[in-house]
Nanobody, 129 residues
Framework: QLQVVESGGGLVEPGGSLRLSCETS????????IGWFRQAPGKEREGVSCIARRGSSTKYADSVKGRFTISGDSANTTVYLQMKSLKPEDTAIYYC??????????????????????WGQGTQVTVSS
């Protein structure tokens, strides 16, 4: 079964850190680009970061550059989103999604469900004091 599952969300104070995980099943990172997206209450889903097949390139939204880092594990089954210097405006449900057989070296943070066919259920991140 092809799927992705997120974990690692929680409540953190402003300035704190969290690491989200996106575990793949039925495929590896050799054959898929992975994107992280988020949706805050009352807002549209937006792209946060992505990593191309085999980790060959990455992209970040301007709002998270310098604070978030995306990476893949050596087993090519899990993608991490390390989040630092968190702000209240980072509060959202975070989703990961997989684009199977993406063009090598490319990924997108556009919410394109035609490309990202596999989505997880999301993990809640709340930044509050």
């Amino acid at each position: 079964q092809l799927q992705v599952v997120e974990s690692g969300g929680g409540l953190v104070e402003p300035g704190g850190s969290l690491r989200l995980s996106c575990e793949t099943s039925g495929f590896t990172l050799r054959s898929a680009a992975i994107g992280w997206f988020r949706q805050a209450p009352g807002k549209e889903r937006e792209g946060v970061s992505c990593i191309a097949r085999r980790g060959s390139s990455t992209k970040y939204a301007d709002s998270v550059k310098g604070r978030f880092t995306i990476s893949g594990d050596s087993a090519n089954t899990t993608v991490y989103l390390q989040m630092k210097s968190l702000k209240p405006e980072d509060t959202a449900i975070y989703y990961c999604a997989a684009e199977l057989w993406a063009s090598p070296g490319t990924c997108t943070i556009v919410v394109d469900k035609g490309r990202y066919a596999y989505w997880g259920q999301g993990t809640q991140v709340t930044v509050s004091s």
